[in-house]
């Protein structure tokens, strides 16, 4: 009985808190571990150890665990609504930019002051596709630790806009079947009918279940990705 209590007990701690995490976590917003501002990370952190004390500790209330978690992150939103009022403060915490490349020179006091090394500024060059410092015009290290870089003109892909060309706007295409489910909604935005889509399918021999994913851009083209048919 007292096991079988025990084992309940922390079956029901572990669901509580893996969906206050989330939830807290998702009231920090939506953004990526490396966008994080340190200040962002370090409350992520002590949310993470918090988290672990009331499936260790069974004897402490629940609550105990679940309140600091609130306060961390209560605080964390009244910080990043600081922030977004007060440009002196947004400094302060998230810290500025810093150009780290100036037109193909590296600027080693600036780096050496980030505390970035060569090696970094070289492996997320070629992340970049750029192999040649020359080529760079400004690199900049953002505050998530990433770079920002602007090539050199000479070195700048060409776009329709250089060649005098005139193209159509073109908008994100629209999922209209997902993983064999109609998205009527979308449908509706593109102006198509459900017996547009399944005359559409009939010429390709397909049913909608058969399909993983499909959509339609903004010429009115049909794009389809059939599911992996089982071997009977």
Same mark, same amino acid.
């Given at each position: 009985?007292?096991?079988?209590?025990?084992?309940?007990?922390? !079956?029901?701690? +572990?669901?509580?808190?893996?969906?206050?995490?989330?939830?807290?976590?998702?009231?920090?917003? %939506?953004?990526?571990? @490396?966008?994080?501002? +340190?200040? $962002?990370?370090?409350?992520?952190?002590?949310?993470?150890?918090?988290?672990?004390?009331?499936?260790?500790?069974? #004897?402490?209330?629940?609550? !105990?665990?679940?309140?600091?978690?609130?306060?961390?992150?209560?605080?964390? !939103?009244?910080?990043?609504?600081?922030?977004?009022?007060?440009?002196?403060?947004? =400094?302060?915490?998230?810290?500025?930019?810093?150009?780290?490349?100036?037109?193909?020179?590296?600027?080693?006091?600036?780096?050496?002051?980030?505390?970035?090394?060569?090696? #970094?500024?070289?492996?997320?060059?070629?992340? =970049?596709?750029?192999? #040649?410092?020359?080529?760079? %015009?400004?690199?900049?290290?953002? +505050?998530?630790?990433?770079?920002?870089?602007?090539?050199?003109?000479?070195?700048?892909?060409? +776009?329709?806009?250089?060649?005098?060309?005139?193209?159509?706007?073109? $908008?994100?295409?629209?999922?209209?079947?997902?993983? @064999?489910?109609?998205?009527?909604?979308?449908?509706?935005?593109?102006?198509?009918?459900?017996?547009?889509?399944?005359?559409?399918l009939k010429k390709y021999d397909l049913r909608t279940e058969e399909i993983l994913y499909a959509s339609v851009d903004s010429q009115g083209k049909l794009f389809i990705s059939e599911k992996?048919?089982?071997?009977?």
């Open positions: 009985m007292g096991d079988s209590f025990m084992l309940s007990n922390v !079956i029901l701690r +572990t669901i509580i808190i893996y969906l206050t995490v989330l939830i807290v976590m998702r009231l920090m917003g %939506k953004r990526e571990v @490396g966008q994080l501002s +340190t200040f $962002d990370l370090v409350v992520a952190i002590m949310i993470a150890e918090i988290a672990v004390f009331p499936m260790e500790e069974l #004897d402490i209330p629940i609550y !105990i665990g679940l309140i600091p978690m609130f306060i961390l992150v209560g605080g964390e !939103i009244l910080i990043s609504y600081l922030c977004l009022k007060s440009r002196f403060l947004r =400094k302060i915490i998230d810290g500025g930019p810093s150009i780290i490349i100036s037109n193909g020179i590296i600027l080693e006091n600036e780096m050496r002051r980030q505390r970035y090394n060569l090696n #970094d500024l070289l492996a997320q060059l070629r992340e =970049k596709g750029i192999f #040649d410092i020359s080529e760079v %015009k400004y690199a900049i290290l953002e +505050t998530s630790g990433k770079i920002s870089v602007m090539p050199k003109t000479s070195k700048r892909p060409l +776009t329709p806009e250089d060649m005098n060309l005139s193209l159509p706007e073109e $908008d994100m295409p629209l999922p209209i079947i997902f993983d @064999g489910q109609v998205m009527q909604q979308n449908l509706g935005l593109l102006g198509l009918t459900n017996e547009w889509l399944d005359g559409e992996v048919r089982k071997k009977s």
